[in-house]
C-alpha cells in the first residue's frame, strides 16, 4: 500500500480548482492528507515550519501579491526540499518560458488536473501500491 | 730671407710705383744696375788710387750716368732712364776700354750686352743693343791690334783685368740669376693661376655635369609633373562628377545642414528645410535647438555634445518639430569638422527621414502589446473557467462528486460559464477596439 502518511499541500487562490485537484487526486491515490493554501505566503511559512518535511506541494502560479514564482524563488533561496508540481491554466511552454531555469520544479501540469499527470506524480514519490 | 735692406728696395722700386709685370721687372733691373754699378765704380776707384794707378779719373763719369738714371727712373721717366743707361753705359765702357786698354773693360761690354736682355722691352731693342756690344768689342780687338799697345807702368795687368773679369762676371751671373728669379716668380704665380683655372675648369665641369643632372631630373619630374598633373585634371574631373552626383543624390533624399560649434545654423539644404517647414532663412542663423521636440532628455543631448567635440562621430535617432509643431524622426550622422590647424570649426549633419518607420515600429509594440495581452487573457481569463468546467465535468463524469457536493458543483459550474463567457465578450471588444492596428494596410503584418 501507499504510504499513507504523506500531505498534499494545495496553493490556489480558487476553491473550485483546489476541490478538482483533491477530488481527482483522491481516487487515483486514496489515503492522502490534503492542505489548501489561498496565498502562497501563507504555504511558504507552513512549509517554513517543518510540519509537513515529506509533503507534496501542487502550486498554481496565478496568485496575488506573492505569485507561485515568487514562492519558487523564496523557497530555492531556504534549504526544504519538496516534490513541486507546478498546476496551472497556462501551457507549459508559457511556463517553461517565464520560469527561471534555476528554480526546481518536479513537474508541470496544466488545468484540470488529468489521471495521467496523477499516475506520474505518484510513481515520482512512490505513492502506489506495491504489485 | 730677406737679403735686400730698406734703403737698397727703395732705391730698386724707384719709378716702379703703378707699374706691374715685365716693365715693374726691368726698371728694377735698371734701378739694380745703377746703384750696383755705383757701388762696383766706387770699389774700383778705390782699388785704383790705393794703388796709385793714374787711370782713377776715368771712373767719375760713371757717378753722374747712373745718378741721372737713377732720378730719370724716380721721375717716372722709364724710357729715358732706360735708354740713358744702356747707351751710356756703353760709351763709358767702350771709352774705358780705348782709353787704357787690356785693362778688362771688354768684359763689361759682354755684361752689358747681356743686360740688354733685362733692360730693353723690345725684342729688336735687345738685339741692337746686345750686337752694339759685340761690334764694339771687336771695334775695341780690332783697334787693339793695330794701334801699338803702350802699357801703363802704374798698372798691374795681372790684376785689375781679372778683377774686372770677375766683376763683369758677377754682374752677368747677377742678371742671370735675376732671370732665374724673376722666371720662378712667374712659373710660380702661373702655377698658381694655372691651378686655380684648373680647379675652376674642373668645379665648373662637376657644377655643369651636376646641372646637367639636374636639369634632366628637372625635364623628367616636369614629365612626370606634366603626366600627373593631367592624370590629376582627370581624376578631379571624373571626382567632381561623381560629388556632384552624391551631392545631388543628398539633395534628393537626404537631409544635410551644417552648424557651429554652438549649433547655430550655417547652411541647410532644401528637403531638411521642406521638412521642417521653415524658410531657408528663418533657420541659417538659428539654433538647431529650434526644431527641438523636447523628447529626448537634457542628458542625450550632453551626450551627444561631447561626443562631438571629442572628435567622434555621432549616430542616432531623434525625434524633431517642426515650425506646425509635427513631430518628425530622422537618423542621423554628425560629423565634426575641422580645420587644417586641427582646430573643431563645424559639424556636418547628414541624415534620414524615418518617420514612417518609426510610426511603424511604434504600431507594433502597441500590436505586440495587444497579442500579449489577447494571449494573457486567453491564458488566464478565458482557459481558467473552462479549465474548471472540465475539471468539474470530469468530476461528474467518474461520479467523484457527492450528493451533498452536488449544488456546490453546479454553482460552481454555473459560475466558471459566467465567467467564461465575460471573457469571451471582454476579449471580443478588446479585439475590437484594437482591430485598426492589425489592418495590414497600416502595420504591414
Known amino acids: 500500500m501507499s504510504d499513507i502518511s504523506r500531505t498534499v499541500v494545495v496553493i490556489d487562490d480558487n476553491l473550485i480548482d483546489q476541490m478538482i485537484a483533491q477530488k481527482m487526486i483522491e481516487n487515483v491515490i486514496p489515503g492522502l492528507s490534503f492542505v489548501f493554501f489561498q496565498q502562497a505566503d501563507e504555504a511558504f511559512k507552513f512549509i517554513q515550519s517543518g510540519k509537513c518535511k515529506d509533503a507534496i506541494v501542487l502550486l498554481d502560479l496565478d496568485l496575488p501579491i506573492f505569485t507561485g514564482f515568487d514562492f519558487l524563488e523564496e523557497l530555492d533561496k531556504s534549504n526544504f526540499y519538496l516534490p513541486i508540481y507546478i498546476l496551472s491554466v497556462l501551457t507549459r511552454e508559457i511556463i517553461s518560458m517565464e520560469r527561471k531555469e534555476n528554480v526546481p520544479v518536479k513537474g508541470i501540469f496544466q488545468k484540470p488536473l488529468s489521471g495521467e499527470d496523477i499516475l506520474n506524480m505518484a510513481r515520482d514519490n512512490h505513492l502506489l501500491p506495491m504489485p | ?445
Open chain 2, 1 to 445: 730671407m730677406k737679403i735686400i735692406s730698406s734703403p737698397w728696395q727703395r732705391v730698386v722700386r724707384l719709378g716702379t710705383s703703378g707699374v706691374f709685370g715685365l716693365e715693374r721687372t726691368q726698371i728694377m733691373m735698371v734701378n739694380g744696375l745703377s746703384a750696383g754699378m755705383i757701388v762696383v765704380v766706387s770699389a774700383f776707384l778705390t782699388f785704383y788710387v790705393a794703388s796709385g794707378i793714374d787711370k782713377w779719373p776715368n771712373w767719375l763719369p760713371a757717378y753722374p750716368l747712373f745718378f741721372l738714371v737713377l732720378v730719370l727712373n724716380g721721375q717716372g721717366r722709364i724710357k729715358a732712364g732706360r735708354m740713358i743707361f744702356f747707351w751710356g753705359c756703353l760709351a763709358l765702357i767702350f771709352s774705358w776700354c780705348m782709353l787704357n786698354r787690356r785693362n778688362g773693360a771688354e768684359y763689361g761690354l759682354i755684361a752689358l750686352g747681356v743686360s740688354s736682355t733685362m733692360v730693353f722691352r723690345k725684342r729688336r731693342s735687345v738685339y741692337f743693343g746686345a750686337f752694339s756690344a759685340v761690334s764694339l768689342i771687336l771695334v775695341y780687338k780690332v783697334y787693339d791690334s793695330i794701334v801699338p799697345f803702350t802699357p801703363n807702368p802704374t798698372f798691374d795687368y795681372n790684376v785689375v783685368p781679372n778683377l774686372i773679369f770677375s766683376a763683369a762676371v758677377i754682374i752677368v751671373f747677377l742678371e742671370v740669376m735675376a732671370f732665374r728669379e724673376l722666371a720662378g716668380h712667374y712659373y710660380k704665380k702661373l702655377s698658381t693661376k694655372y691651378k686655380i683655372l684648373e680647379d675652376t675648369i674642373t668645379a665648373k665641369k662637376k657644377v655643369e655635369e651636376e646641372l646637367n643632372v639636374a636639369n634632366e631630373e628637372l625635364r623628367t619630374s616636369n614629365e612626370s609633373l606634366n603626366s600627373l598633373t593631367g592624370q590629376l585634371d582627370q581624376i578631379v574631373k571624373q571626382k567632381s562628377i561623381e560629388l556632384q552626383s552624391y551631392l545631388d543624390a543628398i539633395n534628393i533624399n537626404i537631409y544635410s545642414a551644417v552648424t557651429d560649434i554652438q549649433g547655430t545654423i550655417v547652411t541647410v539644404n532644401d528637403p531638411l528645410v521642406k521638412v521642417t517647414g521653415f524658410s531657408k532663412d528663418e533657420l541659417v542663423g538659428n539654433n538647431f535647438r529650434l526644431l527641438n521636440s523636447g523628447y529626448h532628455d537634457r542628458e542625450f543631448y550632453k551626450n551627444l555634445y561631447r561626443q562631438l567635440t571629442n572628435g567622434e562621430t555621432w549616430r542616432g535617432e531623434t525625434k524633431n518639430k517642426n515650425k506646425d509643431g509635427s513631430l518628425f524622426w530622422i537618423d542621423q550622422v554628425i560629423l565634426p569638422v575641422k580645420n587644417e590647424n586641427g582646430v573643431l570649426r563645424y559639424f556636418l549633419m547628414l541624415a534620414l527621414p524615418i518617420t514612417e518607420r518609426k510610426e511603424m515600429e511604434e504600431q507594433r509594440a502597441k500590436a505586440m502589446q495587444i497579442l500579449e495581452s489577447i494571449t494573457h487573457r486567453a491564458s488566464h481569463d478565458i482557459r481558467g473557467p473552462l479549465a474548471r468546467m472540465m475539471g468539474l465535468s470530469t468530476l461528474l463524469e467518474r461520479e467523484l462528486v457527492k450528493e451533498d457536493e452536488l449544488g456546490y458543483v453546479a454553482r460552481s459550474l454555473l459560475l466558471s460559464s459566467h465567467e467564461l463567457d465575460n471573457a469571451i465578450h471582454e476579449l471580443t471588444a478588446f479585439i475590437a477596439n484594437n482591430h485598426k492596428l492589425f489592418a495590414p494596410e497600416r502595420n504591414g503584418l
